[in-house]
């Protein structure tokens, strides 16, 4: 392989490893966007349930079902529910 062959195979190499650098940040910055879109949406649809709870006057039964569901203390707590003593 000539001393040109070289430079040009190196040359494209480090362009590759750019180009996959680039395609990189561009997957974790889809990735980030998605994430944040995800965590909107569920904070959207938790609006809307809590919302028609108050104005129904079903905050008990949306206590329940909450009671069901949660497991972490941390998340317990904000709707006054009783603490799980396997939880961390």
């Known amino acids: 392989m000539g001393k040109e062959s070289k430079h040009l195979l190196a040359r494209l190499k480090e362009q590759r490893e750019k180009l996959n650098a ?5 997957e974790a910055r889809t990735k980030v966007t998605e994430k944040k879109q995800e965590t909107r949406r569920k904070i959207l649809v938790g609006s809307y349930y809590l919302d028609k ?3 129904e006057n079903k905050m008990a039964t ?3 079902v909450m009671d ?3 497991t972490r203390n941390s998340d317990r707590i904000l709707f006054d529910l009783k603490l799980n003593n396997d939880s961390k």
């Open 68 to 70: 069901e569901f949660l």
């Open 62 to 64: 949306l206590k329940e």
């Open 22 to 26: 680039r395609i990189q940040a561009a």
């Open 53 to 55: 709870a108050i104005k």
